[in-house]
């Protein structure tokens, strides 16, 4: 049995985020996967082009050594576009045997938690794959309303309405009555008390504090204590402001506190987060900057009890690799999600391997056009779970035709 590939394409566009989709063809036959948003990943198609024709999809662990040996000296974007290649054939293959994707790896978990990620009292603006914000002009161009990356400590982001502690508590009620049983805010906020001084430090002041402790106490009282809450710090503050603001969140009983501090980006520094997990209440979560397992087995001394890959940046291989190490040291599996349906799905079909499963993310709630592009056309989350079906390969196609109404140069 062989399933040679024949051709393989790549289209890059803006969402909400930038999302980068992936197909991988044997003859007529195709399967679709999807890459993290990075720079330049539409470039990179000649070259990985070159790298797969030829080869029979069904010897997939030798494809992604080959892309990675060959992408070694290209730093870790490269990481996302052989993410998403790995889906794409994944989904070719599971098309070809005419099973989910879920069964041919082994999952026994059909039905998957989603926690909503709620950004703030409304939903995240566009952002493109530098993490500038966008405008999108007609569903189709996008233009960059600012050349500040939105995370970090170079913000421009003034208090509004939006991070008022009434916007905070209405938007987790209406996520509620969806039937989300898990929900993450955006806490890196501006306050009524900003000081772009203290930010550029990664420091908060006692009033800022104590306003992200009513927010957080507010959504506590009106959500009661059956709903999971999270918070999203995005590697925004220095090592003291975290210990304050974790000691000062304790009482509410956060299911987990995420990326506190710069120590998860470039070069990890995970001793970092060794001095805050060990003195924080709260589990840490971390793991979207993440590559490789191997990456999360050195994780492990820095005693963070929760993990966060992201499936469009690891693929599925090295996603499940990650996956039993979670198991074996008992782990918790919430995996961060910022992609299309594609990426959606992939990662819910992966997580059905998980021992530790918490929650994965969904991160489009309030994109329109979310359900849209994909067929058959069917509401993807219902009551904040997802249900993994007998539909061969991830379940869910690309609908390009669909597409075309956002995208009038999608030439997948």
């Known amino acids: 049995m062989e399933l040679k590939i024949t051709d393989f394409k790549v289209f890059t566009t803006q969402a909400n985020f930038e999302w980068t989709f992936v197909k991988v063809y044997s003859k007529d036959l195709y399967g679709v996967g999807e890459a993290g948003p990075?720079?330049?990943?539409?470039?990179?198609?000649?070259?990985?082009?070159?790298?797969?024709?030829?080869?029979?999809a069904f010897k997939i662990n030798r494809i992604e050594q080959k892309l990675r040996y060959a992408t070694l000296y290209s730093g870790s974007t490269t990481h996302h576009l052989v993410a998403g290649t790995i889906i794409a054939i994944y989904d070719l293959i599971t098309k070809y045997l005419n099973i989910p994707l879920y069964k041919f790896l082994g999952g026994d978990r059909d039905e998957i938690r989603v926690y909503a990620d709620a950004h703030a009292g409304n939903g995240l603006e566009a952002i493109n794959s530098l993490l500038l914000p966008v405008s999108l002009c007609d569903n189709k161009h996008a233009e960059i309303r600012s050349n500040i990356p939105i995370s970090g400590r170079l913000?421009?982001?003034?208090?509004?309405?939006?991070?008022?502690?009434?916007?905070?508590?209405?938007?987790?009620?209406?996520?509620?009555?969806?039937?989300?049983?898990?929900?993450?805010?955006?806490?890196?906020?501006?306050?009524?008390?900003?000081?772009?001084?203290?930010?550029?430090?990664?420091?908060?002041s006692l009033k800022d504090i104590d306003f992200m402790i009513e927010i957080i106490k507010a959504i506590r009282d009106s959500i009661g204590n059956e709903i999971d809450l999270m918070v999203d710090l995005h590697w925004r503050y220095n090592l003291n402001t975290v210990l304050r603001l974790c000691k000062a969140l304790s009482p509410y009983r956060l299911r987990w506190i995420e990326d506190p501090t710069p120590a998860s980006i470039g070069l990890?520094?995970?001793?970092?987060?060794?001095?805050?997990?060990?003195?924080?209440?709260?589990?840490?979560?971390?793991?979207?900057?993440?590559?490789?397992?191997?990456?999360?087995?050195?994780?492990?001394?820095?005693?963070i009890l929760v993990w966060t890959p992201d499936i469009a940046k690891t693929?599925?291989?090295?996603?499940?690799?990650?996956?039993?190490?979670?198991?074996?040291?008992?782990?918790?599996?919430?995996?961060?999600?910022?992609?299309?349906?594609?990426?959606?799905?992939?990662?819910?079909?992966?997580?059905?391997?998980?021992?530790?499963?918490?929650?994965?993310?969904?991160?489009?709630?309030?994109?329109?056009?979310?359900?849209?592009?994909?067929?058959?056309?069917?509401?993807?989350?219902?009551?904040?779970?997802?249900?993994?079906?007998?539909?061969?390969?991830?379940?869910?196609?690309?609908?390009?035709?669909?597409?075309?109404?956002?995208?009038?140069?999608?030439?997948?």
């Open 38 to 56: 990075a720079p330049g990943l539409k470039g990179m198609e000649s070259e990985f082009k070159q790298l797969l024709l030829g080869e029979d």
């Open 268 to 303: 990890s520094n995970f001793d970092e987060l060794r001095i805050i997990a060990e003195r924080c209440n709260t589990p840490i979560a971390i793991g979207e900057t993440l590559y490789s397992y191997q990456q999360f087995k050195d994780l492990i001394p820095s005693k």
């Open 155 to 204: 913000t421009e982001d003034k208090w509004e309405k939006e991070y008022s502690v009434e916007a905070f508590v209405k938007r987790a009620k209406d996520l509620v009555n969806e039937g989300y049983t898990a929900i993450k805010f955006d806490l890196d906020i501006p306050t009524p008390y900003l000081n772009l001084g203290r930010i550029r430090v990664g420091d908060l």
């Open 315 to 412: 693929g599925i291989i090295e996603g499940r690799r990650i996956i039993e190490l979670a198991s074996m040291y008992d782990i918790e599996f919430s995996p961060h999600n910022i992609g299309s349906p594609i990426a959606t799905m992939a990662t819910a079909h992966l997580s059905s391997l998980s021992n530790t499963l918490g929650a994965m993310e969904f991160h489009a709630h309030d994109l329109p056009f979310w359900n849209e592009i994909v067929r058959p056309k069917k509401r993807i989350i219902d009551h904040g779970f997802i249900k993994l079906n007998d539909e061969p390969g991830l379940g869910i196609d690309l609908d390009t035709d669909a597409a075309k109404k956002y995208w009038d140069d999608i030439d997948l």
